[in-house]
DNA sequence: AAGAAGGCACCAT
DNA sequence: CATGGTGCCTTCT
């Protein structure tokens, strides 16, 4: 099973290597304002990934714990969070979310009113 | 509302 | 280096 190697974390944040897509990447994933969410397919295409939502969902998976990039402002299409409700990142990101201001009704958030961009 | 198919880099063989 | 299975997804039946 992998899901072993996670990143050093050390000075800045995240990327274990500097490659440019990534970096454009955290870049889009940073520029998510405060009270707002994006979801992975959006995210993918603005970073320039094109069709790469699959991949976002994996690089966010490998974001150190104490990362300070909003991925908790990253859901899916339909508005709904993608990670395990169970999961200790799943309640972190409903957490963060809600204190942002983010009203989840049923593990779902209205895109026409949270998402970003508009 | 639910299922199938598309799409793309990752990772293990 | 080629290959096949996979995912914090999307979009189209």
């Known amino acids: ?42 995210l993918a295409r603005l970073a320039g990934l094109g069709r790469g939502a699959r991949l976002a969902g994996r690089w966010l998976g490998q974001l150190p714990e104490g990362s300070s990039l909003p991925w908790h402002r990253v859901v899916n299409s339909q508005g709904r969070l993608s990670l395990p409700a169970d999961s200790p990142a799943g309640q972190e990101q409903f957490a963060r979310l809600t204190e942002e201001g983010v009203s989840i009704r049923n593990r779902r958030i209205d895109m026409k009113r949270y998402g970003w961009p508009d």
Do not use: N
């Open 1 to 42: 099973m992998p899901e072993s190697r996670l990143l050093p974390a050390s000075q800045s944040d995240c990327r274990t290597v500097s490659d440019p897509v990534k970096e454009a990447f955290w870049a889009a994933l940073a520029s998510i304002p405060h009270g707002r969410v994006c979801s992975y397919g959006t």
